[in-house]
Structures are given as structure tokens and as C-alpha cells.
């Protein structure tokens, strides 16, 4: 679990801004609930997300990460369970 300070901490450290990048993924059809775990996935560099949700968020993996890249961000994996 990371707590909004740990968060605001990184983006800091990191020099980006998520009043951009957060509405350039939701104005692409992401979710914003999905928008949210992506990035920050993407801000910590995490080694996957892991979901449940093939609809919303892993079938638009190309898309997310197309914007990560856009803003220097990284890139993300998004996984199902059964593939960890």
C-alpha cells in the first residue's frame, strides 16, 4: 500500500506532473479509476500491475503506455493473475 504522501512524494522526485498526464489517459477512453493505477504503477516502476479487469485496463495497455511514454514515464505490464 503506498499512502498519498509516498505518492506526492515521487511525483515531486520525479518532476511530472498528474494534472496532465491523469486527464490525457481518461480523455483516451481509460477509466479514471484505471488512469490513477496506471500511473502510478508507471511512477514507481512497480514490475506489473496485476487486474482482474481485461475490458478496461489490459486491453488498453498499448494505449496507456503510449501516453506514459509521451510524458517520460515508464512503460507498464498489466497482468492477470493466473500469469504471475
Given at each position: 500500500?503506498?499512502?498519498?504522501t509516498e505518492i506526492s512524494s515521487k511525483i515531486q522526485r520525479r518532476n511530472v506532473d498528474p494534472n496532465?498526464?491523469?486527464?490525457?489517459l481518461i480523455n483516451s477512453g481509460i477509466k479514471d479509476e484505471d488512469a490513477l493505477?496506471?500511473?502510478v504503477t508507471s511512477l514507481f516502476?512497480?514490475?506489473c500491475l496485476v487486474?482482474?479487469?481485461?475490458?478496461?485496463?489490459?486491453n488498453n495497455?498499448?494505449?496507456i503506455n503510449i501516453i506514459l511514454?509521451?510524458?517520460?514515464l515508464n512503460e507498464i505490464k498489466i497482468v492477470l493473475p493466473n500469469e504471475i
Open positions: 500500500l503506498l499512502s498519498d496532465i498526464i491523469l486527464p490525457a493505477l496506471a500511473f516502476n512497480l514490475d487486474t482482474f479487469n481485461r475490458k478496461h485496463l489490459r495497455v498499448d494505449k511514454r509521451r510524458y517520460k
